[in-house]
């Protein structure tokens, strides 16, 4: 089992930044790739980047050049700077943490609003 907790949400204006952080618990050493996702009301959970444990990436087109995404693996926790924040990025915020057994973990969600 594997635990994960989202921190680092909020209300920022358009052109701030934010800096998400989730911290893994449990079965850490399982841990291959971890992520982040984002659901706006009404919307379908959305892929926003992912960074595997040798640190490959992976972004969605529309966020690349405004989010980073970074992990420490002694610290079981991965980051996600975004920067140049737009109203549209407004949405709850979700890590994930995949085992190679193919079980997906997630977080309980981080509310991130930007104001216009």
């Known amino acids: 089992q594997v635990q994960l907790v989202e921190s680092g949400g909020g209300l920022v204006q358009a052109g701030g930044s934010l800096r998400l952080s989730c911290a893994a618990s449990?079965?850490?050493?399982?841990?291959?790739?971890m992520g982040w996702y984002r659901q706006a009301p009404g919307k379908e959970r959305e892929l926003v980047a992912a960074?595997?444990?040798?640190?490959?990436?992976n972004y969605a087109d529309s966020r690349k050049g405004r989010f980073t995404i970074s992990r420490d693996n002694a610290k079981n926790t991965v980051y996600l700077q975004m920067n140049s924040l737009k109203p549209e990025d407004t949405a709850v915020y979700y890590c994930?943490?995949?085992?190679?057994?193919?079980?997906?973990?997630w977080g309980q969600g981080t509310q991130v609003t930007v104001s216009s």
């Open positions: 994930h943490a995949d085992v190679p057994s193919g079980v997906r973990y």
């Open positions: 449990g079965d850490t050493i399982c841990i291959s790739t």
């Open positions: 960074i595997t444990s040798g640190g490959s990436t």
